[in-house]
């Protein structure tokens, strides 16, 4: 049976006789690998295009339809050095890019518009005491309009729209206050032209518009680049299925083309990438991924396998279901859609902060207004004063404060090796003062490690690894990957369910079960010590060794619980695996409170009680079975090897083999939300000073631009400053 | 002050064009890789005259 792969699914028809496909490609980090990969594609006949994007890390690539099997880039690409993967937008990133390049055309709208009535104002700031006669600062005036009211009309769509938005759902966000004060000041502006009056307020108006789409923009640009990343490493991970498309015909597939019905070949040592029930064959599954349970189960005609488990020993056939409708898949599910229901609304800082702004703030213009006309002023020198206030304590620096923050956090935590899949998590996170930790997959590491590799030869271990190489077995994969293995031997045999045998030098030498081997003895040692572990048994004539496999735990778990301990923050273990495994992670980890054995249910039993006792609790897990207590956390995060349906759950995903991560992501939105703090302070300082000034009626055009841009600028120079995270030793 | 009819006009003409220029910059991609841009600005020659070097 020769599997072909097919990777129609991705390919585009562009009409016109071309087609068209994206690829993700990993290691591009600079301009020779774009010119290197460009250069070698385009050398393949038939290529019309190839253009790589150095930002998104992808190639688009387009030739002459029918011309050219897709894989041939991908080998092409594995030629050159990289490892690349068709890709498909998914829907989410599509909508954010969308967004940000709508926001980025308000700012180029909103950007030309202040630039040019500032021309025009400048002249009437400057000339009006002096030499400018009333008519052409009446034309200057309706000029400034001119420009000013399309341009906000335009560019303000983001905020009048999130402000209806909010003001629907009988809510007040940020973007109220801004739009009633946008509204107003270009309202009056028009009504002072008319009356042929000095002070307009186009300028102040649009600028505030253009610094507010500053932030948006940042602030999106950088949830983009996320997504992006995400997107590809999620490509990069190259899921197929082998779907069975005749008799003893296979095609190798992406999982994205699977459809329910299908069958699907599973052989030992692949990892299950779809939902369905056996139809034959008869196999060990591990179903840590799934359920944190690391001893084997049974597969065998009419069970439910899940994505994410691991087929251990034979050879699996498969009918892809279209639900998830076995009995676990259900049961989690129901679970996750009622916590993500219960998931207490959480009010963003930005949203408190506008709560208590906008009554005040529109109050005080009220009173203002009342204020005058009570001193004898005229209702209109009274609304004209009552709308200065309005302008002058538009929340500029305080629609800016925390956007800023949360751009450049999130820039630093992505360098960190931290994805923020909610951009209100960084709020959330700063607040935890209890982490409950899942073990397998969380803890640990996902794959399986020898764990005694210290007490076998160099050259043994070697010989074994390469012996490794000839199996498809998990455990032998683990041994095979540990002594870092490239050449396989020749003449190797695999015996199914035993191990695989060959000879080296005139000496036989195997590697399998330990009753394959000989070696009974050694292995019941090393289990004696370790029931936890499976032994892999190795003989080369008289030589005798056992390697220990099991999933060890994250190189630096000890240091980061220590670390997250220093910080007073409550460390805790929440296992689906058995007692005996869970203790002793524990116990290595000197982690006093576990909890082993425990169903989905369970976990949120146990969030939502400390949740009643006052904890803000960060859950991090990477199995199918804490999806639902990812949701049920105050802030949750996930490994990138998680299942999909916890990473697509957690607020935060962290790449990589350690655990630091979580102390640099909790560090960093610590210092992200004191920054936020201080820059809302910052904006109610300018706040209480600029008032008084708006209050006493003497605030022109020119004071209201300065101390606008003034705020702002402020407000953004500190944000820049929770790039810089003291690193904290415990 | 008569100046003021054509140099007004001519100004807000010219910062037009800008903007539409940047419009369609916007549009036809520009903004898509800034990164790539960057480099391919000090790109020694067209890719596809040359061999790969190694």
């Known amino acids: 049976m020769q599997a072909t792969r097919d990777f129609s699914h991705y390919v585009r028809d562009l009409g016109s006789g071309l087609s068209h496909i994206d690829l993700a490609v990993e290691g591009v980090s600079c301009a020779g690998c774009m010119s290197k990969i460009e250069r070698g594609l385009s050398a393949i006949p038939d290529v019309t295009l190839a253009r790589v994007n150095l930002t998104d890390r992808r190639v688009a690539l387009e030739w002459k339809q029918g011309a050219l099997d897709p894989g041939r880039f991908i080998d092409r690409l594995a030629e050159l050095g990289y490892k690349a993967y068709p890709f498909e937008t998914v829907r989410a990133e599509a909508v954010e890019a969308d967004n940000s390049r709508f926001l980025l055309r308000c700012l180029g709208v909103a950007a030309f518009a202040t630039m040019n009535v500032m021309m025009l104002s400048i002249p009437v700031w400057s000339g009006s005491a002096g030499d400018m006669i009333p008519e052409q600062r009446d034309f200057f005036h309706w000029l400034s309009a001119l420009i000013a009211l399309p341009a906000a009309a335009y560019a303000g769509q983001p905020f009048f729209r999130s402000a209806f938005r909010a003001l629907r759902t009988r809510n007040v966000n940020m973007d109220v206050p801004i739009s009633i004060g946008v509204t107003l000041a270009l309202a009056m502006s028009v009504v002072e032209t008319l009356r042929h009056a000095e002070h307009t307020y186009f300028d102040a108006a649009i600028m505030l518009l253009t610094f507010l789409l500053v932030g948006r923009y940042l602030d999106q640009s950088m949830r983009l680049k996320t997504r992006a990343f995400a997107g590809n490493l999620a490509a990069l991970k190259a899921e197929t299925a082998i779907r069975l498309v005749g008799a003893g015909e296979i095609s190798v597939v992406p999982v994205a083309a699977i459809r329910p019905g299908d069958i699907v070949l599973l052989r030992p040592g692949e990892r299950c990438a779809v939902d369905g029930t056996v139809i034959e064959g008869r196999s060990e599954i591990d179903q840590s991924l799934i359920t944190g349970e690391t001893l084997y189960a049974t597969a065998e005609h009419g069970s439910a396998v899940y994505a994410g488990s691991l087929n251990i020993s034979g050879a699996l056939r498969i009918r892809v279901s279209a639900a998830s409708q076995g009995t676990l898949l259900a049961e989690i599910t129901r679970l996750l859609d009622n916590a993500l229901q219960a998931r207490s609304r959480y009010v963003q800082l930005a949203d408190r902060a506008s709560r208590l702004y906008a009554p005040v703030v529109h109050a005080t213009a009220l009173l203002t207004i009342f204020g005058w006309v009570l001193i004898g002023a005229s209702w209109h020198d009274a609304i004209v004063t009552g709308i200065a206030v309005l302008i002058i304590t538009c929340p500029c620096a305080l629609g800016l404060a925390i956007p800023t923050v949360q751009t450049v956090v999130s820039g630093a935590m992505f360098r960190a090796g931290v994805l923020l899949n909610s951009g209100d998590s960084i709020e959330r996170l700063a607040e935890v003062d209890h982490i409950i930790f899942d073990k397998t997959g969380t803890l640990t590491l996902p794959e399986l490690d020898v764990v005694n590799s210290a007490s076998i030869p160099t050259e043994v271990f070697d010989l074994a690894g390469r012996l490794a190489l000839a199996s498809h077995h998990p455990v032998a994969a683990a041994v095979a990957r540990a002594a870092n293995a490239k050449s396989p031997l020749a003449g190797i045999v695999e015996q199914p369910g035993q191990g695989v045998r060959g000879v080296v030098d005139g000496e036989e030498v195997r590697l399998g079960r330990p009753s394959f081997c000989k070696a009974d003895d050694l292995a019941n040692e090393i289990l004696s010590l370790d029931p936890e572990v499976s032994a892999v048994a190795f003989m080369r004539g008289e030589q005798r060794h056992v390697f220990a496999v099991r999933q060890r735990l994250r190189s630096d778990a000890q240091d980061v619980v220590c670390a997250l301990q220093a910080r007073g923050i409550a460390v805790e273990i929440v296992s689906g695996d058995r007692e005996p495994a869970v203790r002793a992670a524990a116990q290595t980890l000197g982690i006093s409170e576990w909890r082993a054995g425990v169903t989905p249910a369970d976990k949120i039993a146990r969030i939502e009680d400390l949740k009643r006792q006052g904890f803000k609790v960060m859950m991090v897990g990477d199995g199918l079975n804490d999806a639902p207590a990812l949701a049920a956390a105050h802030v949750s995060m996930s490994p990138i090897s998680a299942a999909h349906l916890s990473q697509a759950t957690a607020d935060l995903v962290f790449l990589g083999k350690p655990l630091a991560p979580v102390i640099a992501a909790i560090d960093f939105s610590r210092q992200a939300l004191h920054l936020m703090r201080q820059n809302l302070w910052l904006a109610v300082g300018y706040n209480l000073l600029a008032v008084p000034i708006a209050i006493s009626g003497v605030v022109t055009p020119l004071i209201a631009a300065a101390a606008m841009s003034g705020s702002s600028v402020l407000v953004m120079l500190n944000a820049l400053r929770a790039r810089r995270v003291a690193p904290r030793r415990s | ?54």
């Open chain 2, 1 to 54: 002050m008569e100046v003021l009819v054509i140099l007004v006009p001519l100004a807000l003409g010219l910062g037009l064009v800008g903007l539409l220029g940047f419009l369609w910059s916007l549009k036809s991609g520009q903004y898509d890789d800034l990164e790539g841009a960057a480099w391919r600005a000090i790109a020694d020659d067209e890719p596809s005259h040359e061999t790969p070097p190694d």
